[in-house]
């Protein structure tokens, strides 16, 4: 199966693709290319495991040259920390095939700007009880696709945005895998 992911950050959830990917806890599967919008260490991680990497940069025109760089045989797009949003056209090219993670309990606290430790603190500030991470498909409307797989923690006393953010983090390399395997088995 072959796998592009599309990253924007420092590229953790990427790594532990790639990880899992080489120690066959997602099996059968290979990751041909990485795109980055922007310079980021998601790009260095591709670079040292040998997998082709590009950066085309954000803006009106990405999506489209964007959906140039995918090879034909692609079986799945992973978006692992990518803040960019994929234009109607190219999601629908795609549909079924485009997967993203979120650092919330979709659909709560989700959609536009909710990225990174926006999500925390709206959460923190809610007093919601419990947060969690989602893998979920990618449609033309923001973190609003079918859900493919939730776990959620109870937030703690005195939890902070860092603590929050480490504890997901923690949560997202739990699921992300899991949820790869399970959209590449269907
Ligand atoms: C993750 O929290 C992910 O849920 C969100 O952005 C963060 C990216 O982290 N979309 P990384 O770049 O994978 O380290």
Redesign the pocket.
Known sequence: KNIVIL????????QRIIDAIEQGEIPNAKIDLVVADRECF?LQRAENHGIKNILIKRGKTFSENLAKEIPENTDLIVL???LSILNKEFVENFKGKIIN???SLLPKFGGKGM??HHVHEAVLEAKEKESG?TVHFVTPGIDEGEIILQKSFEISEGETVETLAQK??QV?YEIFPKAINKVLAD
């Not at 990253?7 to 990427?14: A, D, I, P, T």
């Open positions: 990253v924007s950050g420092s590229g953790s959830n990427l998601g692992a920390g990518f993670i979120h650092p990225w990174g991470a997901i983090h997202e």
